[in-house]
């Protein structure tokens, strides 16, 4: 993929997770991460609101996990 491909299908993911409800946010975030991956290692800036949202999805997905662990 070049990196204008990268940056469309950042923006898709961007758009999907925005709409979807918390599982299917939670379930996203690892290709959302690697396509973020994918287009800093490209070299282009990855905008700070699609950085922020990765950030969220991963502290989203970390809480579900301590949400199913037995005490």
Do not use: C, W, Y
Request: charged share 30%.
């Amino acid at each position: 993929m070049n990196i204008d491909e990268l940056q469309l299908r950042a923006k898709h993911l961007e758009e999907r997770i925005s709409a979807a409800k918390a599982e299917t946010r939670i379930a996203l975030q690892p290709q959302f991460s690697r396509v973020l991956s994918k287009i800093a290692a490209e070299g282009a800036r990855v905008p700070r609101r699609m950085r922020q949202l990765d950030a969220a999805l991963l502290d989203e997905a970390i809480e579900a996990r301590f949400d199913n662990m037995p005490v």
